[in-house]
């Protein structure tokens, strides 16, 4: 992966304007995506996703590709498959959220 540029303030590495913009909002504080319904908010939309589906432990499929989540196995691989990339089930990275999982 090519890197395009640095952010000015701690020198990571950006890979792509939407790196870039994340990581500008990490620096500001800036958390635009809301759980509506327990009000946490998220740097990007696919951290959203991921937390809304702990409310109702559903199974999701991660893109390694885009970070984009689907619940549908079809719907990850038709998915996949516009990255110009051959179908592998090695590739399927599956998230089993159990909300219920106490933390310490």
């Not at 792509?16 to 990490?26: C, E, I, L, T």
């Amino acid at each position: 992966v090519a890197i395009t540029a640095a952010c000015p303030l701690c020198l990571a590495s950006l890979v792509d304007s939407y790196d870039a913009v994340v990581h500008d909002r990490m620096h500001k504080g800036i958390r635009p995506f809301e759980c509506h319904r327990c009000s946490q908010t998220f740097l990007t939309v696919a951290g959203l996703m991921l937390h809304r589906h702990q409310h109702c432990r559903q199974t999701l499929y991660r893109c390694d590709r885009c970070e984009r989540m689907f619940q549908d196995v079809a719907q990850y691989t038709k998915h996949y498959k516009k990255h110009g990339c051959i179908w592998k089930r090695a590739r399927l990275q599956m998230f089993a959220l159990n909300f219920w999982r106490k933390t310490a």
